[in-house]
């Protein structure tokens, strides 16, 4: 069953925009995951966030995390076309990070 | 440092064929294993888990297995392919806080 649901399933923006992803889920959890795939292709890990942090930074991305809600938010800044792919929330509760449960994702369109 | 391969990239199969998907991890021991799928225009869900040799768990009932002969080595199988089984297969390790998906295999049956 899929835990984690993205809202929008897809956005398109303009290059140099922000770009702003909802992740909602239904029970605990210990991590929540952000994930990036390009067309077809593997996962790229972005960022994790523990259930005890409300926000993280890394570069670009900013990942907020309300567990009151079981919502999750990942931004990211002044987008780019290379920004393109679809994004992904992943959720896990405990025992090892990498036992996951993937929303459906959300597809990123960076017009340039 | 650790790095996961997978293989085959693409694999294109008939319906009723036997299926091997394998997936090696170097640079660590004792990982958990993990095997995912991605059905098109959908989120990844996990099929079987691994925390040892010959410790195998299966997440979802479904035509396929999984087996791990050594410490860094995970198979995914199949008898007789569905239609349904096409997809994407990501194979994926952990330990600790550290862990990574392969590249994947793109699977169509045929």
């Known amino acids: 069953s899929q835990q984690g649901e993205e809202d929008p399933q897809a956005l398109s923006i303009q290059e140099g925009e922000n770009a702003t992803m909802n992740c909602s889920y239904k029970?605990?959890?210990?991590?929540l995951q952000w994930y990036r795939q390009n067309s077809g292709r593997g996962l790229v890990h972005l960022i994790l966030?523990?259930?005890?942090?409300r926000e993280k930074h890394s570069g670009r991305l900013r990942v907020t995390l309300d567990t009151s809600k079981k919502s999750s938010s990942l931004l990211i800044t002044a987008s780019r076309a290379a920004d393109t792919a679809s994004y992904f929330c992943a959720t896990d509760s405990g025992g090892s990070n990498y036992k996951l449960t993937f929303g459906k994702g959300t597809l990123l369109t960076v017009n340039p | 440092s650790q790095t996961i391969h997978q293989w085959p990239a693409t694999l294109v199969q008939p319906v009723g064929s036997p299926l091997s998907l394998e997936c090696t991890v170097e640079g660590t021991s004792n990982p958990n294993l993990y095997w995912y799928r991605q059905a098109a225009g959908r989120g990844l869900q996990l099929l079987f888990y691994s925390v040892g040799i010959g410790q195998i768990s299966s997440e979802v009932p479904q035509n396929l297995s999984a087996s791990r002969p050594q410490d860094r080595q995970f198979i995914l199988s199949s008898k007789k392919l569905l239609l349904s089984d096409s997809g994407f297969y990501l194979c994926?390790?952990?330990?600790?806080?550290?862990?990574?998906f392969g590249n994947g295999t793109r699977l169509t049956v045929t």
């Open positions: 966030i523990r259930s005890n942090e």
């Open positions: 029970t605990s959890i210990n991590n």
């Open positions: 994926a390790w952990s330990k600790g806080p550290r862990g990574g």
